[in-house]
């Protein structure tokens, strides 16, 4: 079946660094790709997706793209903000069109920002 | 703006207990589904439904049971509630036409 890895947490940063979160997948057919942000006490928000091979997804200085052939979706942010931290997962759909359409998620990251 | 409301963001349940989780969406989505969230181990899909009356099984429906009789609601049972079940529990919607879910706030329940 479908499965999604991300690298474990938590990760430490300075505010101002540079921010790598890996994720690689498992998948049939074309999957899409997604990065949700769970901030404290909070449910789950879409950070960006990219829904076939080579798109980039981008949103608040977030960025990933589709690699089909390394199958990874690796979330980067260049200058990461205190604000920034929260947990990230890690999400594909699996391309089935109709009902169901489930999501797959990683196990996620904690990311923390220290000043 | 898709708004999903869970009916409770804590709640507190004995062992043995029927409890009710209730989730609801206004945007007409077809897709309802019902998440656990535990630490180490992510999102687990515990049952999802793409229509009215119609439910599927996900990866742990043990122990959980589901009702939609109305497009907008999606309840998840734990018929007798036990203390393996204290988790955080996520509703998520998605429409057919578009590839992401949205989620509510959460309930975090605890079974004592």
């Known amino acids: 079946g479908d499965s999604v890895t991300q690298m474990e947490g938590p990760v430490t940063l300075s505010e101002e660094a540079f921010l790598t979160i890996n994720c690689t997948y498992t998948?049939?057919?074309?999957?899409?790709l997604f990065w949700y942000v769970q901030y404290p006490g909070e449910g789950l928000q879409l950070l960006l997706k990219a829904t076939k091979a080579d798109d980039k997804g981008s949103n608040k200085g977030f960025e990933a793209t589709y690699r089909k052939e390394t199958t990874s979706f690796h979330l980067e942010k260049g200058s990461v903000q205190v604000s920034d931290s929260a947990v990230y997962f890690c999400?594909?759909?699996?391309?089935?069109?109709?009902?169901?359409?489930?999501?797959?998620f990683g196990t996620g990251t904690q990311l923390k920002v220290e000043l | 703006d898709v708004k999903v409301t869970q009916s409770s963001r804590y709640l507190v349940k004995r062992t043995g207990e029927k409890v009710f989780l209730e989730c609801v969406q206004d945007?007409?989505?077809?897709?309802m589904f019902w998440y656990r969230q535990d630490p180490g181990l992510g999102l687990r899909l515990i049952y999802f439904s793409y229509d009215v009356k119609m439910k599927e099984k996900g990866d742990i429906p043990e122990g959980y049971s589901v009702s939609r009789e109305k497009k907008e609601r999606f309840s998840l049972i734990l018929e007798s509630a036990s203390t393996n079940q204290t988790s955080m529990y996520l509703c998520?919607?998605?429409?057919?036409?578009?590839?992401?879910?949205?989620f509510g706030q959460g309930t975090r329940l605890t079974v004592v």
């Open positions: 999400a594909l759909s699996d391309g089935v069109t109709g009902g169901g359409n489930k999501l797959t």
């Open positions: 945007m007409d989505h077809e897709n």
């Open positions: 998520a919607t998605r429409s057919t036409m578009i590839t992401e879910a949205f």
């Open positions: 998948a049939t057919g074309y999957p899409s």
